[in-house]
């Protein structure tokens, strides 16, 4: 029905991240595509608000009043508090007190999984509409010293959210999602702390040390990804009798510019069919497809009746695919 996004005004480049890191803007291009991205202002930005922000959007393209929201689906894994979720927090926001909302911590595959909950709970006829969100507040936990920087200069704040609602109309509609998960791999890219696993889940001990801090084995993520791309959105296509030729838009997870480039090469892809903007707002994790849809929608890029594919690659490592005829 809608597609909204919004992300912080305040834009971190990569020769701001020279000022306190060991990096370069030829680097960080060179290996992920990231010239900019956006920051959180920790006086105005909240994972939650910004969510509202987003869903404001959405509504309004939707021309939908809020009260027609019947449920929230909220892929986070940056909540604003440690317990309850981010899901609840959006909901006071917008006025909807009494609707049911959960969060979903399936970090860059979030919203994928996110919107199959919701796409499953409409056709099992339990809610007509629906409000699907990815948001997130990275910045605040990364490592800003040289010693993060393989994460450090990936990683950003926004959020999107898409409304979906139950129709007969069979010309619209989310055709199949697949999600895949293998836990072997947790450990590959993680922030391991504030765990609740230890005796206690603060200390100044554990303050002192690195397990905080997003650990990533970058160059296993980057070939794990690349396959499992691959993978699933090439099950989208067969489960729906489609090939690559028929993608209107491919929306990849913006996990690193490289990673969409393979996959585009590997799908032979022309560079109409696929969308990217890490480039300008960096790997935003569960945000960055719906901010990419709504932005492209936003440029005509998704018209009504196209067929759209989104596709994702993260921690867990979880692994996820939707195509929608939208
Ligand atoms: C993170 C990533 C960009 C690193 O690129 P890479 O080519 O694998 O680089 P490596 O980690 O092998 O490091 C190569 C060198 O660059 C250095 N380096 C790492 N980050 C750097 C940075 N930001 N600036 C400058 N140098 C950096 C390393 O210290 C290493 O130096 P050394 O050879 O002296 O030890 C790349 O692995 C990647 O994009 N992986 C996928 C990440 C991803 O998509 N994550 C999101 C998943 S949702």
Redesign the pocket.
């Known amino acids: 029905m809608g597609v909204g996004h919004y992300v912080p005004e305040n834009i971190v480049t990569n020769d701001d991240?020279t000022k306190f890191?060991?990096?370069?803007d030829e680097?960080?291009k060179e290996?992920?595509g990231i010239e900019q991205r956006r920051w959180f202002n920790p006086d105005k930005d909240t994972v939650a608000n910004m969510a509202t922000r987003a869903a404001k959007m959405a509504l309004d393209r939707a021309d939908m009043d809020v009260k027609e929201i019947e449920f929230i689906v909220f892929a986070t894994i940056t909540p604003d508090y440690f317990f309850p979720g981010s899901g609840v927090l959006m909901q006071r926001e917008l006025g909807l007190q009494g609707i049911g909302a959960i969060d979903i911590r399936n970090?860059?595959s979030g919203f994928i999984y996110a919107l199959s909950v919701a796409d499953n709970f409409i056709k099992a006829g339990m809610y007509k509409t629906i409000l699907v969100v990815g948001a997130e507040i990275q910045s605040s936990a990364l490592d800003k010293t040289?010693a993060g920087?393989?994460?450090?200069?990936?990683?950003a704040d926004g959020a999107g959210a898409m409304i979906i609602q139950a129709s007969e109309d069979a010309d619209h509609k989310v055709l199949s999602t697949h999600l895949h998960a293998d836990g072997d791999h947790a450990e590959e890219?993680y922030v391991k702390d504030p765990g609740s696993s230890r005796k206690v889940r603060l200390s100044n001990e554990l303050i002192a040390g690195d397990s905080f801090k997003a650990h990533?084995?970058?160059?296993?993520?980057?070939k794990q990804?690349v396959i499992r791309f691959e993978e699933v959105i090439n099950e989208a296509l067969s489960a729906n009798d489609q090939s690559a030729e028929d993608i209107d838009l491919l929306v990849p997870?913006q996990?690193?510019l490289?990673?969409s480039q393979f996959v585009q090469r590997r799908l032979n892809l022309k560079d109409e069919q696929i969308f990217n903007n890490i480039m300008y707002l960096g790997?935003t994790?569960a945000a960055s497809i719906p901010i990419a849809c709504s932005e492209a929608w936003e440029q005509g890029k998704i018209k009504d009746g196209n067929l759209v594919c989104l596709a994702?690659?993260?921690?867990g490592f979880t692994w996820a695919s939707a195509l929608i005829r939208w």
């Open positions: 991240l890191i060991d990096t370069s680097w960080i290996r992920t970090a860059c040289t920087r393989n994460t450090n200069v990936i990683f890219l990533m084995n970058g160059n296993f993520v980057f990804g997870h996990a690193n490289r990673i790997n994790t994702s690659f993260g921690s």
